[in-house]
């Protein structure tokens, strides 16, 4: 079978990027979203000894490392506040967007056997992933709970603008897992490098420090590059010091965000087409 | 708008890597240089060659091909599992897969919870799923095994699980890759029972199997691929028996003919007239060359095809000392309907053979064609019987 001609140019198959009827089709699958992250849930926690507590476990540790580290050795300014609860907002986030990306990178690599026997849109896979984060990080917010109660602390009236933020790092977060996700498949090399990547973010974003650290110059470009700093700074002032978080550089992280999601969602779809003769 | 259960694939290409193993960056950074230098041309492998079919709804057709023909290719096109490279592919309706055994299935899940997600994979809501779980179990047999996961099943009852649940589940579409000869015999039957059933219901079914018979007994229609092409697409009869005849050349050219005895002529001809004829006298000669003096036993054979045969005849022989003998064997009535058969030959001692198993010729033979039965049953049955009937108000 070799010198064959192949298909007439005209013929070859392009599959039509169509944003409303791939989303239209998404929607219909939200139970199959459920499902994937309750089978998720329940394949992770089923048979460990504490179940649901592990999802406490690690941004608990992480921010008595950080109490340690940065307080003690670095002496990072707080402006007044208790250093655990300004790490734990700080991590809190992270650990969304770590959990969500290191999850859902692996997401399409996992699941291939399955996605070789039956049909549905493959983004329910990386997208479920991101949902089972969210799920986890929702129980760490227990943590958080305590520590306000423990500093006798309460969270500023301005806390209303959270869903906000968090809607821009959804879509960073969304945007770039599905990007990995697809990617993965092809070059499976980033799969492990990724759990270094997401080291170096931790360090490279204001989680244990504040957005003051970096010289204010360079915050717009920071910002474009990086969304989750300002989201994150965002936060933190408007949850711990009562103040609206700083809108120019939210609305840079919000325009980077949507390109990164936009750009993930398309790319995805492109390379999805080529899933199954890899596998 | 096409009706639910339609197929419409036009001008399929599909090629692969020919070596799908570079996936690494240093292999694509070597290929990149290769590339730039001129040298290395991307291997490709073409696995489906401008493929045309169009199914109707409630049809049931047949995929049949040696390995690598195209037909797992194929089905997981039609499955919207994998994409085509050209051209262009319609299902409309939601498809029930069967594709590799255990399809759909997820080891750490249990049973309940793998009928549960794959309803819902299928798109299926939830209410749809529990109602019909309990047909599900019933029919892959797995009663008090639903709560343990699926990886500690027999691969026969995985197999029962994936069938069920894509059979179950109402789909439009069934495709169902060679995945039957897991069953026991009783499974393989039902399955071809529920397979009919969801024919009567309107469903299309697409069926890939080795098994030539049980692809008679379920499809209407056939589709012959052969290294990537459609080779030939029409009633399930004349397909396979093109089929049956190409694979016939195949062994042909691989018959061993060089034993202690070799098959020097292998004849079928009519007793009276020249044509071989349903019901009337035939007679076989075979001249065996034998090197050394053997006694054994002489069988002969008829078959559709290298399956099994539809009869077998045997006789007693001597074998000279370098030399050679002629045999004949006549048949009474010929049991054959109209069709092309092959003559089958072999020469068997007690333990051990002289000549193997070998087609030795074919030859055709007129008469009627069989009664046609019910679909799916009339076609299993090769054998012609004479015989009258009387039909009367008592």
Not at chain 1, 152 to 159: D, E, R
Request: charged share 20%; proline share 6%; aromatic share 10%.
């Amino acid at each position: 079978m070799e010198a064959v001609e192949g298909p007439p140019a005209e013929l070859l198959f392009h599959r039509p990027v169509r944003p409303i009827v791939m989303l239209r089709e998404l929607w219909s699958r939200r139970e199959l979203i459920l499902v994937l992250v309750e089978r998720e849930l329940r394949a992770r926690y089923k048979q460990t000894r504490i179940g649901f507590a592990w999802a406490l476990v690690t941004p608990f540790v992480m921010m008595v490392v950080f109490t340690v580290f940065f307080k003690r050795v670095a002496d990072v300014k707080t402006f007044g506040i208790p250093y655990p609860l300004y790490s734990y907002v700080g991590l809190l986030a992270w650990t969304f967007f770590s959990g969500a990306l290191s999850k859902g990178a692996v997401s399409i690599t996992q699941n291939l056997t399955l996605l070789n026997k039956v049909y549905c849109p493959r983004e329910v896979f990386p997208i479920s992933s991101v949902a089972t984060a969210g799920v986890d990080t929702l129980i760490a917010t227990v943590i958080l709970g305590v520590l306000f109660v423990v500093y006798w602390f309460a969270p500023a009236a301005t806390s209303y603008w959270v869903p906000l933020l968090f809607l821009v790092q959804l879509a960073f977060t969304v945007g770039l897992t599905m990007f990995l996700a697809g990617l993965i498949v092809y070059v499976r090399d980033i799969r492990q490098v990724l759990p270094m990547l997401l080291q170096l973010g931790l360090f490279a974003t204001p989680v244990g420090y504040g957005l003051e650290v970096i010289p204010e110059s360079w915050w717009p470009v920071y910002s474009a590059l990086n969304p989750l700093a300002p989201i994150i700074d965002g936060y933190r002032r408007c949850v711990l010091f009562g103040l609206p978080p700083r809108l120019d550089l939210v609305a840079i992280a919000a325009v980077s965000s949507a390109v990164i999601l936009v750009a993930g969602y398309l790319s995805f779809k492109r390379m999805e087409t080529g899933f199954a003769d890899v596998a | 708008m096409l009706p639910d259960g339609t197929i419409v694939a036009a001008d399929l290409w599909k090629r692969f890597r020919a070596d799908p193993s570079r996936q690494s960056l240093r292999a694509r950074a070597s290929n990149v240089k290769r590339h730039m230098r001129g040298r290395g041309r991307r291997g490709w492998r073409w696995a489906l060659q401008d493929v045309d079919v169009r199914i109707e709804p409630g049809e049931s057709i047949g995929l049949v091909g040696i390995n690598g023909s195209g037909k797992s290719t194929l089905l997981k096109i039609l499955a919207r599992v994998m994409y085509p490279y050209a051209g262009n592919v319609d299902v409309v309706g939601r498809t029930g897969a069967l594709i590799e055994v255990r399809a759909g299935i997820h080891p750490e899940l249990t049973g309940r919870e793998n009928i549960h997600l794959y309803g819902t994979l299928l798109g299926l809501p939830r209410r749809m799923v529990a109602s019909r779980f309990d047909e599900i179990v019933e029919f892959a047999q797995l009663e008090d095994a639903v709560d343990r996961q699926v990886k500690f099943y027999s691969s026969g009852m995985q197999m029962r699980l994936g069938f069920g649940v894509a059979a179950f589940l109402e789909p439009d579409v069934l495709l169902v890759d060679e995945v039957l000869a897991v069953g026991d015999t009783g499974f393989q039957q039902r399955c071809i029972d529920r397979m009919r059933a969801m024919l009567s219901e309107g469903t299309t079914v697409v069926f890939v199997s080795h098994d030539l018979a049980s692809v008679e007994s379920i499809s209407e229609r056939a589709l012959w691929l052969h290294g990537g092409k459609v080779q030939e697409d029409g009633p399930v009869r004349d397909v396979l028996a093109a089929y049956r005849q190409a694979l016939e050349h195949v062994s042909e050219l691989t018959a061993d003919n060089d034993g202690i005895v070799q098959l020097v002529k292998a004849r079928v001809v009519a007793s009276e007239g020249d044509l071989l004829r349903t019901e009337e006298p035939a007679d076989v000669t075979l001249v065996l060359r034998s090197s050394q003096p053997a006694a054994g036993r002489v069988c002969i054979g008829c078959s559709e095809g290298p399956a099994s045969p539809i009869f077998l005849l045997r006789h007693d022989i001597h074998l000279p000392d370098d030399g050679e003998v002629e045999a004949h064997c006549h048949i009474e009535h010929l049991p054959l309907p109209r069709g092309r058969y092959f003559l089958w030959v072999g020469v068997f001692l007690a333990r051990g053979e002289l000549l193997g198993w070998q087609p030795a010729a074919h030859f055709d033979v007129a008469g009627p064609d069989l009664d046609m039965g019910p679909p799916g049953i009339g076609r299993l049955s090769p054998v012609h019987v004479a015989a009258s009937w009387q039909v009367g108000e008592r």
